[in-house]
């Protein structure tokens, strides 16, 4: 059975900062990995989403990489803003099913 | 332009009641998800459909029951509501074998 696991689960970095969000996984067999964003009180926004096939993605000061066969993917996030204060979630989409698997997140403040 | 949403944002029910949650996107998307949010933020997935075909069906309750009347709707009924149904329900809507999901705003229920 598929288990999502995030580290660090809160982290807190002054603004300006780089930093990275971890990501990993017990089963390879995935069809994709997508990085979301959730505000208090809020829905998900989704901010990356890696193919199988894909070593990584970039959006704007994001950049996300996925290392299918250790099970792991990062998120960056370069010259962390006060507004990139969130819940980060990864969550694995495995290989031919609809079972989508969150991991508990990682609750990001960046201070001004 | 709201890609997908639901209604109602806040819902708050006395212990036995039955209620519904609707959920409506406007992506052209095939399948439709509802996903539950406990206390502790972690995401699960209870329901998804694709083309009026139930695909996965979590160890959830039947008392929850997903009901589809066209491609772009899936609503949630709930019966006999419980105190541990209290939560937050997001829909969510993605392409079939595609698979980037995106979110409604959430339902939270709250259960006297």
């Known amino acids: 059975k598929q288990e999502v696991t995030q580290i660090p689960a809160a982290l807190s970095v002054p603004e300006g900062e780089n930093l990275v969000l971890n990501c990993s996984f017990t089963?390879?067999?995935?069809?994709?990995l997508q990085w979301f964003r959730q505000d208090p009180g809020k829905g998900l926004t989704s901010l990356l989403l890696i193919q199988s096939s894909q070593r990584e993605q970039t959006s704007g000061r994001l950049n996300a990489s996925l290392d299918k066969s250790s099970g792991r993917s990062t998120l960056y996030i370069a010259a962390s803003q006060p507004g990139d204060s969130a819940t980060y979630l990864c969550a694995v989409h495995p290989y031919n099913n609809n079972d989508m698997r969150f991991g508990a997140g990682t609750r990001l403040t960046v201070k001004p | 332009d709201t890609a997908v949403s639901q209604t109602p944002k806040y819902l708050v029910t006395q212990m036995g009641n039955d209620k519904s949650i609707k959920c409506e996107q406007n992506?052209?998307?095939?399948?439709m998800y509802w996903y539950k949010q406990d206390s502790k933020k972690f995401l699960k997935i209870m329901f998804s459909?694709?083309?009026?075909?139930?695909?996965i069906n979590e160890t959830v309750p039947n008392r929850f029951s997903p009901k589809s009347p066209d491609k772009a709707h899936l609503n949630l009924h709930i019966n006999s509501l419980e105190l541990g149904d209290s939560a937050v329900y997001f829909c969510?809507?993605?392409?079939?074998?595609?698979?980037?999901?995106?979110f409604g705003p959430g339902t939270r229920l709250t259960v006297l």
């Open positions: 969510a809507s993605s392409r079939l074998g595609e698979g980037e999901q995106f």
């Open positions: 459909y694709n083309n009026k075909e139930l695909i």
């Open positions: 089963d390879s067999a995935i069809y994709n």
């Open positions: 992506l052209g998307h095939d399948t």
